[in-house]
DNA sequence: CAGTTATCTAACCAACTGGTTTCCAATAGG
DNA sequence: CCTATTGGAAACCAGTTGGTTAGATAACTG
């Protein structure tokens, strides 16, 4: 090699899928996000249930926001949170696709090979 | 603080839920899934398409495998790896809670209005 | 203007991630 | 036994994550 080893894969610029499931990988935002079903809130009311700092629960709300998953808005001092389920939809989507396999019995592999006929490429 | 802060939130136990988006909030290893409803594949197939050494793609594995999405078997020198979708089934169920965010209309501010409304001061 | 409330920014820290290169273990075959 | 093939393990590096504390910003209140 003629060049160095030199920093190649950071996690940074993802796609906007991987950016929701990143999003998703942690309990405290998917609950934050469930609490968020039941309306907007702000920044107090989604971290009063965790022993958590204020920047901490602003943190994970910035990494909810870059997702698309939830919009900030502006009420005097606040800045509510809303729930913005359109990711969500993909993710559910993306995952739908794997459907048969949770569906389907794996004893054969004859059912296996017939189920396989086309499918595009992963669209990542 | 008399103590120093140490060893507060680190991303490593986590639950399975989240072991499962984390291990989806990659593209390459979404792409690993794809391909593998093709059928179990060795290392050397299921990383021929990236670009990418022998090590990384193992890692990547080793990540679905954690998370339970792949199973891994020994055939020769070969250790197929195989779809196992049942932790994908269990994030389309998540991920379907919200499906009423995703279908509903949210141009109307009286759903947000209606659940910060506790004291309807005017503002305006 | 000063003070309170609500939230964000900045700087810092430890642990994890995702890649690399190098080396090691297990299996098939002469 | 020796060798080639297939894959994993260890050590390393740069960048991200998720938390902290301290200070700044914005809007309402007096």
Redesign the pocket.
Known sequence: ?SSV?????????RDPLSLVF?AL??P??RAMLTRLRRGPA????IGEPF?????????????LERAGLVS?G?V?????ATLQAEPMRQVAEWAEEFREFWEKRYDRLDDYLSTMADDPEDRA
Do not use: F, I, N, Y
């Not at 080893?5 to 610029?13: E, K």
């Not at 700092?53 to 910035?62: D, E, I, N, Q």
């Not at 005097?76 to 509510?80: D, E, I, K, V, Y």
């Open positions: 090699m080893a030199l920093g190649q894969g950071p996690a940074g610029a990143a990988a942690d405290t935002r702000t920044v107090a009311e022993d958590m700092t204020g920047p901490a629960v602003s943190k994970h709300l910035r990494v900030r502006r005097a001092q606040s800045r509510p």
